[in-house]
């Protein structure tokens, strides 16, 4: 069972209270793919600049990334350029240039059509719609969204939203786009809209699962150390969905797992730049991991 990711992949400098990186890999179509590498096979779209240095397309390659629906477009490679305060939960955009990504206009291979897991990362929602509307049976469409977009392209958002399954947001966004301060009501909102399954992201605070039998709620892994969160919602996604394309029964008992799978990637790609830090874990300090997870948050019963 093959997972599809469509967005941005990028060139990021970064700078946090604890280090810089200078035009290090990123993107949200990168994060997630790596992530998701863990459990899957996965297939990119996304489009580079003449200027992406070809080491980045070989650790890709490496983890067996399909770089079939890898455009090259003419020009540079999309940047972005980022800083966060002691309050790492906040990014603070320096510049952003679109380069070769503002025309992008994905066009899925033939060959990744019967994708069954498909995330469709923060781009043009009238986009998203039309990968959507490519992928010929999907069994779950996910999809992230940024303020940008909630408040450029509403009614487009809207409208892809009846085709998704999942949504991942962070709390802010959530509320945005449901213009609604509580974040129980925004839920309730949003899944009348068409998703799900409303999972929302909030940093080192954890993720709250909203359907529409329960509610859950994850923590944060308690780090020591975080030296840069960027990649973190996105890494997120990755590990969510590579769990669950492992699953025959896409039900509660899959999505709370995902969501620890999520939650532990997440935790180790914050503990350095780019993908520096999840280049080198392998799937055991990934359970590992995740059976911290279930001890951090387990408790008994009482007699009553
Ligand atoms: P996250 O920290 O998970 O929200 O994702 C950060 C990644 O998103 C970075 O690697 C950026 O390159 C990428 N990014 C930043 N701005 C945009 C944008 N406007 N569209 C698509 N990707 C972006």
Redesign the pocket.
Same mark, same amino acid.
């Given at each position: 069972m093959s997972i599809l990711v469509v967005?941005?992949i990028?060139?990021?400098t970064v700078e946090t209270p604890f280090g810089q990186a200078e035009e290090a890999l990123?993107?949200?179509a990168?994060?997630f793919s790596y992530a998701a590498s863990f459990f899957n096979h996965v297939r990119l779209v996304g489009v580079i600049g003449e200027d992406f240095p070809e080491e980045h397309l070989k650790l890709l390659e490496g983890r067996d990334i399909d770089l079939a629906g890898l455009e090259r477009g003419r020009g540079a490679t999309?940047?972005?350029k %980022?800083r966060y305060d002691f309050d790492l939960n906040e990014?603070h955009?320096l510049d952003?240039q679109?380069n070769v990504?503002e025309t992008f206009a994905p066009k899925i291979p033939e060959a990744f059509k019967d994708s069954e897991f498909v995330f469709l990362?923060?781009?043009q929602p009238g986009l998203q719609l039309d990968v959507a509307r490519q992928v010929s049976a999907p069994r779950i469409i996910a999809c992230?969204t940024?303020n940008?977009w909630i408040e450029g392209a509403y009614d487009q958002l809207r409208e892809t939203l009846k085709a998704v399954d999942i949504l991942v947001i962070?709390d802010a966004e959530a509320r945005e786009l449901a213009r609604e301060p509580s974040l129980v009501k925004a839920a309730r909102q949003i899944l009348d809209w068409g998703p799900e399954t409303l999972v929302v992201k909030r940093g080192e605070y954890g993720v709250l699962m909203f359907n529409e039998r329960s509610v859950f709620s994850a923590p944060a892994y308690p780090l020591e150390d975080v030296y840069d969160?960027? %990649?973190?919602?996105?890494?997120?996604a990755g590990g969510f969905m590579g769990y669950l394309s492992t699953q025959e029964d896409i039900n509660e008992t899959a999505i709370r797992q995902a969501i620890i799978f999520g939650s532990t990637l997440a935790s180790f790609n914050v503990e350095d730049f780019s993908l520096n830090r999840m280049k080198n874990i392998e799937m055991q300090d990934i359970l590992d991991r995740f059976a911290e997870f279930k001890l951090l948050s387990h408790f008994e019963e009482v007699e009553t």
């Open positions: 967005g941005s990028a060139l990021d990123g993107g949200a990168v994060y999309f940047r972005w %980022g990014a955009t952003t679109l990504f990362a923060n781009i992230d940024m940008f962070n969160p960027t %990649g973190a919602g996105d890494t997120f």
